[in-house]
């Protein structure tokens, strides 16, 4: 029988794209789920529903021996889920930078971004865990064009490797999940294996695991990538290969007993779409006029970040909002502000975060930082209208607060 190629395993396996596609209309799991009306200059809503980043332009593959490529490309603005993929802006690349704590990411043109993915034989490190596929997605002048190198053989890991190296060249920013703790150890490893140089070394680096565990941590049940992608991006998957079986997926397929090499690829091209699109959600929470807790820690990644223009403006609006922030975010964002001499808006925070939780640690930060400010007048009233609570050292803390704004209201005004 002849062998297929992998363009016609993956031809052959089309059908399953369609199921897909099929399953995602008749599931409810993400209609609730809706983006803003525009996305990093795409605009457009659920009702003018784009075309699906899963019908991409028919893909094409490269046999080189022990090594295939397939490359597909998918045409901007079309959907992931809910969400259009297509190329940051300065402003909205800043954002991603500000939540990944990257800050060398953000003066960077898209085309210079990659996205990658990898599928290994084993989470283990060491020499003896392979990665026999990578997938590596960019921004071109044909669309966001995914590149999946397939190692057909593992004697040919070397010249795989070479192959790279020669095609990722011109790139500066790495973009991943997780990557930091398993992609990239991986990827150095089997290059120094090969006395080649590691890949990617020294580059600016988004992990999206990251940046969206500081953003969704506490309103989501885990930050896994498919639990963002159900939850932020409307995308169930349906039909899909999970990511632990292809290890063994793969050893079938080398030692010729079935063939789920398509199942894989689309896998692992999933997995970048949606750090295509995933990237975009994390930039549009700082445009967007958000309410609740992931706009309260948006504000305060982008204070932290140095982005005072976005972040004075997102935090004076939050607090005018009944809902509360994140437990514990407003004592460290009112410290920040209070050391970059932004008494007033600290105090304002605080005093909203004390009237939605009434907790007295809050209480006494908010009265300290007046009296630090100055403003004996309040710091009276507050001592007088307010108890904290009864339990030491709290009580004498607060009697000796009120003593020193009594005495500092009775000394004479001295005129000028």
């Not at 525009?38 to 899963?54: C, D, I, K, M």
Request: one cysteine or more; proline letters at 7%; aromatic letters at 8%.
């Amino acid at each position: 029988m002849k062998s297929l190629s992998i363009l016609e395993r993956l031809q052959r396996h089309g059908v399953g794209l369609r199921r897909i596609e099929a399953d995602r209309a008749s599931s409810g799991a993400a209609e609730s789920i809706r983006p803003p009306c525009e996305v990093n200059g795409f605009a457009g809503s659920t009702s003018e529903r784009r075309p699906s980043a899963l019908t991409p332009i028919p893909p094409s593959s490269e046999e080189l021996g022990a090594i295939s490529i397939v490359e597909t490309v998918h045409p901007i603005g079309s959907c992931h889920g809910d969400w259009p993929i297509g190329p940051l802006d300065s402003r909205a690349a800043a954002a991603v930078s500000w939540a990944a704590r990257e800050p060398r990411s953000a003066e960077v043109i898209p085309g210079d971004r990659l996205y990658i993915d990898t599928e290994t034989t084993g989470l283990h490190a060491g020499a003896g865990s392979l990665v026999f596929l990578l997938g590596v997605g960019r921004y071109e002048a044909r669309g966001f064009v995914v590149r999946q190198y397939f190692l057909r053989d593992p004697t040919a890991e070397e010249q795989y490797w070479r192959r790279v190296h020669q095609d990722i060249s011109g790139a500066r920013v790495l973009v991943s999940f997780h990557g930091k703790s398993f992609d990239r150890p991986r990827l150095r490893d089997r290059c120094l294996f090969h006395r080649q140089d590691p890949l990617f070394e020294d580059w600016p680096h988004v992990d999206l695991y990251h940046a969206s565990r500081r953003l969704w941590k506490d309103s989501l049940p885990d930050v896994r990538l498919q639990t963002l992608e159900r939850h932020q991006l409307g995308f169930v998957r349906s039909c899909d290969l999970p990511g632990s079986e292809c290890p063994q997926a793969y050893f079938q397929w080398l030692r010729g007993e079935g063939d789920r090499t398509p199942e894989i690829l689309l896998h692992n091209r999933l997995d970048i779409l949606s750090l295509a699109a995933l990237e975009c959600k994390v930039s549009a929470v700082f445009e967007a006029a958000l309410g609740g807790d992931v706009a309260w820690r948006a504000a305060f990644l982008a204070w932290e970040a140095g982005a005072t223009e976005v972040a004075i403006p997102m935090i004076g609006n939050l607090r005018q909002s009944p809902i509360p922030a994140p437990a514990g975010l407003i004592p460290k964002l009112a410290s920040s502000l209070a050391r970059r001499q932004q008494n007033q808006l600290a105090i304002a925070v605080l005093e909203h975060e004390y009237a939605a939780r009434r907790e007295t640690p809050t209480l006494w930060k908010w009265a300290r930082l007046l009296e630090q400010s100055g403003e004996w007048e309040r710091v009276f009233a507050l001592t007088q209208t307010h108890s904290l609570a009864a339990t030491p050292p709290w009580p004498a803390r607060w009697l000796r607060l009120r003593g020193r704004a009594t005495r500092r209201l009775a000394r004479p005004q001295v005129r000028v």
